[in-house]
T-cell receptor, first 116, second 112 residues
């Protein structure tokens, strides 16, 4: 049972560098989400997608980009990394394809990013 | 836009006490509400999921209730144990906007 898989688990970036956090799920979920969690805080929604080819901004989208070319994959791209993007990033997925789906949210293990 | 609030931000209780954690939300048009547990430096563990049409869900010593009309959910923990010490987060799936918003969490400490 792979569930939601995130890579890398840890990464250190220099200011101005770019990188992509990978997220893939094998549960055929239509909904996918990216969150960030700062120390001692709750989760803030960055972007989400309700299906392949469809993405929407969440609460804190600035400095990030996403794409959803397949049902399984939902990568998060950081362009021109800044210290304010130092955080733990969580990817999640759920299914709302029909009324029989509970919409339960499943999480990856997180990616810890430090920007120096 | 859905706003989710959790009160209190932190709670400390002696072992054996029953306790209630609160979660409130501003838009009653929800798809579901989910409670999670997070240990320090770890990911999120799902505890209970309440569908929009349900009033409560139970798992072991945990009971979660939902009152959509008042925009509230509670997580009841019976006979608390030191192993229950963690941060508890509630998340609300919005029916209209398709997103899912989290509260800031309640940090629970159960003292032996």
């Amino acid at each position: 049972n792979a569930g939601v898989t995130q890579t890398p688990k840890f990464r250190i970036l220099k200011i101005g560098q770019s990188m992509t956090l990978q997220c893939t799920q094998d549960m055929n979920h239509n909904y996918m989400y990216w969150y960030r969690q700062d120390p001692g805080m709750g989760l803030k929604l960055i972007y989400y997608s309700v299906g392949a080819g469809i993405t929407d901004k969440g609460e804190v989208p600035n400095g990030y980009n996403v794409s959803r070319s397949t049902t399984e994959d939902f990568p998060l791209r950081l362009e021109l990394a800044a210290p304010s993007q130092t955080s733990v990033y969580f990817c999640a997925s759920s299914s709302r394809q029909s009324t029989s789906n509970t919409g339960e949210l499943f999480f990856g293990e997180g990616s810890r990013l430090t920007v120096l | 836009k859905q706003e989710v609030t959790q009160i209190p931000a932190a709670l400390s209780v002696p072992e054996g006490e029953n306790l209630v954690l609160n979660c409130s939300f501003t838009d009653s048009a929800i798809y579901n509400l989910q409670w999670f547990r997070q240990d320090p430096g770890k990911g999120l563990t799902s505890l209970l999921l309440i569908q929009s049409s349900q009033r409560e869900q139970t798992s072991g010593r945990l009971n979660a209730s939902l009152d959509k009309s008042s925009g509230r959910s509670t997580l009841y923990i019976a006979a608390s144990q030191p192993g229950d010490s963690a941060t508890y987060l509630c998340a609300v799936a919005d029916h209209n906007n398709n997103d899912m918003r989290f509260g800031a969490g309640t940090r629970l400490t159960v003292k032996p």
